[in-house]
């Protein structure tokens, strides 16, 4: 298993979001502690950008064991993906987002599962979306995934990694949910995000709590 959390300190509507402490931890922190829990081989990492401004990053995960960091273009992430996915030589690979603290590690497991059981080029939660936002996983063939750089055509391609792939008739197949949370948010993309995760995490500090008790949680303190 290949995790690659996708992190950078330069988001528009909450700068620095990534690295920003609630408790004893910073988002990404949280991200990777409970990519972490996964009870499988695993390898995980980071992809940031070669920017100062995201050397923080790299700080953050210099503390932590059995984390390999990876910078690349700020702007071009499908080529700090392909740079990375062919350093390491990975067949496969799992994209997660840094901004997601509270992402369920069951879902992750469900979506590999599926993913080495079938024959499908991307297995992901998102198309169409019944997970909420915040707990989106993508499992990638590598190759499929090179591959779709002829698609690769502009801005937007480079900034969202794999929506080429959507687009281009790919084999897919998605993981449901049992009961449709998309209304839910889960992602830290704005201050009000972060205020309601600081009340989640007063509760839960540890941050452990599967997808269902977090929204029992959220749906109480709405």
């Known amino acids: 298993m290949n995790i690659i959390i996708q992190a950078r300190c330069s988001s528009t509507r909450l700068p620095n979001k990534v690295i920003t402490r609630v408790n004893r931890f910073t988002i990404l922190e949280h991200v990777i502690n409970r990519v972490l829990s996964i009870n499988m081989n695993k390898n995980i990492y980071v992809a940031t950008s070669d920017q100062e401004e995201d050397d923080p990053i790299e700080s953050i995960t210099n503390k932590i064991d059995n984390i390999k960091l990876f910078r690349g273009n700020l702007n071009d992430v499908y080529d700090r993906f392909s740079k990375l996915i062919q350093l390491h030589n990975l067949n496969n690979f799992i994209r997660i987002s840094g901004d997601s603290p509270m992402i369920d590690p069951a879902i992750i497991i469900n979506c590999y ?31 499929k995934f090179l591959e779709s ?74």
């Open 113 to 143: 599962d599926l993913y080495i059981k079938n024959n499908y080029d991307l297995v992901t939660n998102k198309h169409p979306r019944t997970f909420p936002t915040g707990q989106t996983v993508e499992v990638i063939n590598s190759n």
């Open 149 to 222: 750089k002829k698609y690769i055509l502009s801005k937007i391609l480079k900034e969202h990694v794999t929506l080429q792939m959507y687009e281009n008739n790919y084999s897919i197949l998605n993981f449901f949910c049992q009961t449709d949370l998309s209304k839910f948010n889960l992602a830290i993309d704005n201050q009000n995000d972060l205020e309601k995760f600081i009340k989640f995490n007063n509760f839960n500090e540890d941050n452990n709590l599967e997808l269902k008790n977090i929204i029992e949680f959220y749906s109480k303190n709405e």
